[in-house]
């Protein structure tokens, strides 16, 4: 038996965002300078690109509003509730990974030693996905992190950040 | 017609000579073994494997770096099979087909053989793509030459066209989107022509573009560690490695599948973005219509192994020929290795044999190295690799973001590159659970910049013309192609609409 296409509504919001899009990047060519023609202007190509995108869009718009997209966003939104998204399990563990990897990136690297920095990202990580023992996860987290940054500065001799 | 054979046979050899030093076997025998660590992990993939180990190439020797890449390119395709027969979950994308015989074989205590059958057929592949490489290349090279700006704008819009529709399962406009996404990704940064800054937003960090790396590593890199990591997925082996090489009489009747396989697998390398895993189910199902034994693919049959892993790998070679000549890849890890070899100077396409005479026959020299050590590597480590897929995955994946942050900084030493990375992750990751395929993005990324200039460049020369288009052969067979491509994709479209609106609209009547 076919099962219901759950991307309806996704691909709804996709191809309204991308009719959006185009259209904001159409009136962005079309304010960058024209130095001979507008054929050969900086924006000529984003603005070709631009009526791409509003068509492409429109096309996912029109399939997915007859696949039922509209009212599969309806009954969604019915049933919505911001605890229930929390309560997934799947949800938090992604959005759990991705504020450890924004600490990392944006907060940690760049003002504390890389090692240093490593090392408590993989520890918090690994001790968040309950990889192994707190005894087990202490001694990955400082070897990993202290054999990543002498293999490379020392025997690749590639900058570390 | 003699002394060009003679001229490209002398070439051969000499770059056979000259790659044949100590050096440069150790680095082939390394990346090779290296490779297929990697890709036997599940979660790890072929593309994975060169985004994570380029770090170690950007301090290399070039020739040494190619090698390199290249070994671990050859190794990786391969490596994904072990997971794919002994745990049901290919290691990379490529082997998905393998694991439909390989995984029942395996629970019938063969697979030992089926890992064999595997190697050895992984090994054909690689040697009918070289021999393709090798004779293909020089006639590409002569008809790139003739390219003018329309053929290398139109050839843009043929890749990214023919990606999004082959890499697309259901609806190729998906593909298609992701693909000028990549174009207009491309275009953020300073215009090649005037020097304008586009999409810069006022940032200096900016104004030089996003950088190749760094969003590749991110779309394949962090987005593939968050799909790993979203669920446990507990996997264990059935069955034990006993006798890994198959007996001569079996090797000699996966022959003729092998040959055949190889054939696809270097057709589909060669078509831009397609893959291997494309390459791989193709050569399965032609493989299942045209077999004697076709009736016994997915019951657990050797032959189906060899289809798949001898397309897989032919691939390769496959996609070496587009990369080579026109600096357009014919995959996602073809797309990697062209990075990193812009990385170290060389500009792929026409002129390359006129700038680098004995590339070519490096590159396949190098592969054909790598091959040999694939066999033997194959063989040797089937049985200790049973304990590495033991590995759990919530220690692996972790491991893998600080490799993936020095691969992104090390290159461009920016620590914008890495938050660049970052950016392209959950781009990546977002797209991928919405069913979007991420090799046009790369495509569409890679070959932006030609697209643009050349667009422009064709119309200033034609003066906003298109009838200067219909005198070049060349460009009227990739204008047809795209027209072809974009009719057949639409078709697909209206039928998935048609049949999913029925489908929704008596699912949500009924209350599901």
């Known amino acids: 038996m076919e099962k219901m296409d759950k991307m309806a509504a996704a691909d709804l919001m996709m191809g309204l965002f991308l009719i959006v899009f185009g259209g904001a990047a159409i009136r962005a060519s079309l ?52 605890t229930h998204l929390f309560q997934n399990i799947q949800v938090r563990r992604v959005m759990t990974l991705i504020v450890f990897m924004v600490i990392y990136i944006f907060i940690l690297i760049d003002r504390i030693h890389f090692t240093i920095a490593t090392a408590l990202y993989l520890f918090f990580t690994l001790y968040y996905l309950k990889s192994a023992n707190l005894i087990k996860i202490i001694i990955i987290s400082i070897t990993t992190s202290f054999l990543i940054s002498t293999f490379f500065t020392r025997f690749f001799h590639i900058p570390l950040p | 017609m003699l002394d060009s054979f003679l001229h490209q046979a002398g070439m051969f050899f000499h770059a056979f000579s000259a790659q044949l030093y100590l050096n440069n076997i150790l680095v082939l025998a390394g ?44 190794g990786a395709i391969m490596g994904g099979c072990y997971s794919a027969i002994m745990v049901n979950i290919p ?45 293909f290349t020089p006639f590409v090279y002569k008809i790139a030459l003739k390219f003018g700006q329309w053929e290398y704008f139109l050839l843009a819009v043929f890749g990214v066209m023919i990606c999004g529709n082959l890499s697309t399962g259901k609806d190729p406009v998906k593909g298609w989107v992701v693909g000028f996404l990549g174009f207009f990704t491309a275009m953020i940064g300073l215009d090649k022509v005037y020097a304008y800054p586009r999409f810069t937003f006022g940032l200096l960090q900016l104004k030089g573009g996003i950088s190749l790396i760094p969003a590749l590593i991110g779309v394949f890199g962090i987005s593939e560690i968050l799909i790993v990591l979203e669920q446990e997925v507990p996997y264990k082996i ?44 193709v050569a ?47 995959s996602p890890p073809a797309a990697m290795f062209l990075a990193a070899i ?39 480590i089937a049985k200790p690799i049973a304990s590495l897929l033991k590995l759990r995955r919530e220690i692996l994946m972790p491991l893998i973001l600080p490799l993936t942050v020095i691969g992104a900084y090390a290159g461009g030493v920016r620590i914008f590159d890495i938050k660049v990375t970052f950016f392209f ?14 090799a046009p993005l790369v495509l569409g990324i890679i070959l932006g910049p030609l697209a643009d200039i050349s667009f422009r460049q064709a119309l200033m020369q034609s003066r906003g013309s298109l009838i200067p288009l219909l005198g070049r052969p060349v460009g009227i067979v990739l204008l047809t192609a795209i027209v072809l491509i974009a009719y057949s994709g639409f078709r697909r479209t209206i039928e998935y609409t048609r049949k999913h609106a029925q489908i929704n609209a008596e699912m949500i009547q009924e209350g599901k």
């Not at chain 2, 063969?110 to 009918?128: D, Q, R």
């Not at chain 2, 990546?428 to 991420?438: H, S, W």
């Open chain 2, 238 to 281: 059935l069955g034990k490695i006993t006798k890994v090489i198959p007996s001569w009489k079996t090797i000699r009747s996966l022959i003729p599948t092998a040959i055949r396989s190889g054939i696809i697998g270097v057709g589909i390398g060669a078509v831009p973005g397609a893959g291997e895993d494309v390459g791989a189910w």
């Open chain 2, 284 to 330: 399965y199902d032609v493989g299942k219509r045209s077999s004697k034994q076709g009736e016994k693919f997915g019951t657990g049959c050797l032959e189906g192994v060899a289809a798949a892993e001898t397309a897989n790998n032919a691939v390769i070679g496959g996609a070496m020929i587009p990369l080579l000549t026109l600096a357009v890849p014919g």
């Open chain 2, 425 to 438: 992750g959950i781009l990546g990751y977002i797209l991928r659970k919405l069913e979007y395929p991420m």
């Open chain 1, 31 to 82: 304010n960058m300078k024209v130095y001979k023609t507008f054929l050969d202007a900086p924006g000529f190509f984003p603005f070709i690109l631009g009526i791409i995108f509003i068509f492409l869009g429109s096309i996912m718009t029109s399939s997915s509003w007859r696949r039922k997209g509209y009212e599969q966003i309806k009954s969604g939104l019915r049933k919505f509730k911001f």
């Open chain 2, 91 to 135: 290691g990379t994308p490529a082997a998905a087909a393998t694991a439909i015989d390989g995984f029942i074989l395996a629970k019938r205590g063969e697979g030992g053989l089926a890992i064999g059958a595997g190697v050895i057929s992984s090994f054909f592949g690689m040697l009918i793509s070289i021999a393709c490489l090798i004779f």
């Open chain 2, 342 to 380: 812009w990385l170290h100077g060389v500009q792929p396409g026409p002129m390359l044999p006129i700038e680098h005479p004995g590339f070519l026959y490096e590159v396949a020299i190098s592969l054909l190295i790598a091959t040999c050590f694939m066999l033997i590597w194959g063989l040797i």
């Open chain 2, 31 to 74: 990346a090779t073994f290296m490779g297929i660590i990697v890709g036997a992990i599940p979660g790890l993939t072929a593309t994975m494997a060169l985004a994570l180990l380029i770090n170690l190439s950007y301090g290399m020797q070039f020739d040494l770096a190619i090698s390199f890449l290249l070994g671990v390119y050859v």
